[in-house]
């Protein structure tokens, strides 16, 4: 237990280093303590408090600064708080603006740093169940989308969403309006449940955009729910077939083939999974030259060419991995990489390199990449291949845990790597069935 003389003088030299920055010597102690002490009584304090680890000495014959530990000692035993008079009280309050909930966020961390002299910083608390007033979507680039939520009391949120293909200004605004006008005062978690749960005649009888009607057959799909989510997507289709709209939608016609395709590849039928994958290259690939007969404009293009290069890779997977023939998914892979370079066909080019046996040209594309956590399984594919158990089992590993996934999600994801014949060599690996688990039943 300190005495009242060391007290004071640990409380003069944290304030002392807190206000020059520098290490505090006795001389200053002496000037600023308010204490009768000799030099040498007060090095012998310092010692005594140095031995306790409440303060140290950066070098020899240097002053003394405080430690984490002096520093704890000092807030909760030595600090006096000046009580906030009435008037001032008032003051501060009139200054928040209640009514304004992004204000009361600015003012306080303007106030905050004013009375302590420290930079101010203030957090919102983390809400369990957001609720939305108003949602818009805004285009920032290819696949990228800011989404702005208005709560009920007035806060603004921003969220950037990547998505799997680029979306029209007109495809963005024609979601909002829906979600705006059928889910307005829900939360994101009851929206979820109510699209994961099967509940959606409601969206079909209102004939929703089929943009939004696809993103939630998605939705299923990445949930494990293949069967459901080709279910929506079918109705999708015979929906907009009976209202002799489907014509007009050519480009949703397609991503409904490319999702039904998706959904027989996750049931293990990749004969009809091929068929409707090939079904949406070809009416891509007819909407193209549409386009460029029309004089349509890059972005537009740009669309379609992303969606074949999306369908193309669905080919070379369902190849892959359930067909088990190596050359055709080379084959379409080769198709798709004519139309994209991005991060992710570069990640999908060395794999497929590794895969033709091109170990090197595989290699030096993976120098190349920085992988972001999207494109970690297909690293993890790559140097498994590769012969690279550490370096596969690392990035399957942060696969699972760096990206976010529902749990059904993610045990989907779980149960693609233990059937995925690219993680064959590190299948064995007891750190393999520590990430990914053993299959039903084992």
Known sequence: MLDKRAQILLKTLIERYIAEGQPIGSRTLSRHAGLDLSPATIRNVMSDLEEMGLIAS??????????????????????????????????????????????????????????????????????????????????????????IVVTPDGDVLNRILFTDREYSPAELV?????????????????????????????????????????????????????????????????????????????????????????????????????????????????????????????GDLGIVRGMRASALVSLAVNANVKMKDTKKAIAYFERAYELRQDEFMRVLLACYRARDGRGEEARAILREISPSPANLYNVACTWALLGEKDLALDCLKRDLEENPMTPGAREKQKEWARQDPDLESVRDDARFRAIVGAPAGK
Request: hydrophobic share 40%.
């Open 58 to 147: 950066p070098h020899t014959s240097a002053g003394r600064v405080p430690t984490p530990l002096g520093y704890r000692f000092f807030v909760d035993s030595l600090l006096v708080v000046k009580e906030i008079g009435s008037g001032d009280l008032h003051q501060l309050e009139d200054q928040l603006h209640p009514d304004n909930p992004q204000r009361v966020i600015q003012s306080a961390s303007q106030l905050l740093s004013q009375l302590t002299n420290f930079a101010g910083v203030v957090m919102t608390p983390r809400r369990r169940s957001l609720t939305f007033r108003q949602i818009e979507f805004l285009r920032l680039s290819e696949k990228r989308v800011l989404l």
């Open 174 to 298: 024609s979601a909002a309006n829906y979600i705006n006008q059928n889910y307005s005062g829900h939360s994101f978690e009851d929206i979820r449940q109510r699209v994961t749960s099967g509940d959606l005649s409601a969206l079909l009888e209102t004939r929703a955009p089929s943009l939004l009607a696809m993103a939630l057959s998605r939705a299923l799909r990445d949930e494990g729910k293949d069967e459901e989510a080709r279910a929506l997507a079918e109705k999708v289709r015979a929906d907009l077939d009976a209202s002799g709209e489907l014509k007009r939608f050519l480009l949703v016609e397609a991503e409904i083939e490319m999702t039904v395709g998706s959904t027989w590849m996750d049931s293990n039928d990749p004969s009809r999974a091929e068929v409707e994958l090939v079904r949406a290259v070809e009416r891509l690939e007819a909407i193209e030259k549409a386009l460029v007969e029309r004089g349509a404009s890059p």
